[in-house]
């Protein structure tokens, strides 16, 4: 069972909300991941999470905030998006970071 | 600066047929490789993988070749279905810090019935 749950599959908020991005595994995996993807484009890193402590920021900006409250939680919270930052938000984990599994992702579209 | 390069940007396959995904590095570094498979609207799913001290790994229909001394890897499938038809995305990652995973720009395969 590699199952990633990611919440919500649609999101769409003004330029000064707040919102946030959920993702859920429960596999025992060590590390959780963050991607953005934009249309015809590979996966990006953002960021990675390893035993519940960031270890990878990839200089996103700071208008995006990684959480990971548990070993099975990891949240995105979002403030003062762009419009350009519309995009597909994939979740991964991986139990011992070389395979990672994604979910289903997050469509968000900022308005 | 791409580190991970498929240069073939779509491809069209008969069924039956095999599927040949090329993909290379640039960066020495990368030390274990794997390649997803992506449908529209879904998140990427993994097929499979190899470490760099293997020339070649095989799961079922798929086997991918890796020739380390030309930062190249391939991806077969054999026979290939119109179900195989998706975006197919090779990825690295370095000895040095395993997760992370760097993505190719991927290649569109079409399997014609």
């Known amino acids: 069972d590699t199952e990633v749950t990611q919440t919500p599959k649609h999101l769409v908020m003004g330029m000064t909300n707040k919102k946030s991005l959920k993702c859920e595994q429960h596999?025992?995996?060590?590390?959780m991941y963050w991607y953005k993807q934009k249309a015809k484009k590979p996966p990006e890193l953002m960021f990675v999470?390893?035993?519940?402590?960031?270890?990878i920021n990839e200089s996103v900006p700071s208008r995006f905030s990684p959480e990971c409250p548990n070993s099975s939680l990891l949240n995105l919270h979002l403030h003062a998006l762009q419009p350009e930052d519309s995009a597909l938000y994939l979740c991964?984990?991986?139990?011992?970071?070389?395979?990672?599994?994604f979910g289903e992702g997050s469509w968000l579209t900022v308005v | 600066d791409q580190q991970v390069k498929q240069n073939s940007p779509s491809l069209s396959v008969q069924e039956g047929r095999i599927s040949i995904l090329n993909c290379d590095y640039t960066?020495?570094?990368?030390?274990?490789f794997l390649w997803y498979k992506k449908y529209p609207a879904e998140g990427p799913t993994f097929l499979i993988s190899?470490?760099?001290?293997?020339d070649k790994n095989e799961d079922g229909r798929f086997t991918v070749f890796l020739n380390k001394s030309a930062k190249h890897l391939s991806l077969h499938i054999v026979p290939s279905q119109p179900g195989d038809s998706a975006v197919y995305f090779c990825?690295?990652?370095?000895?040095?810090?395993?997760?992370?995973?760097?993505f190719g720009p991927g290649t569109s395969l079409s399997v014609i019935p």
């Open positions: 991964a984990s991986s139990p011992e970071g070389q395979t990672i599994y």
């Open positions: 596999m025992g995996h060590r590390a």
């Open positions: 999470y390893s035993y519940e402590k960031l270890s």
């Open positions: 960066n020495s570094m990368f030390d274990y």
């Open positions: 190899i470490s760099s001290i293997k």
């Open positions: 990825a690295a990652s370095p000895k040095t810090s395993y997760d992370k995973v760097i």
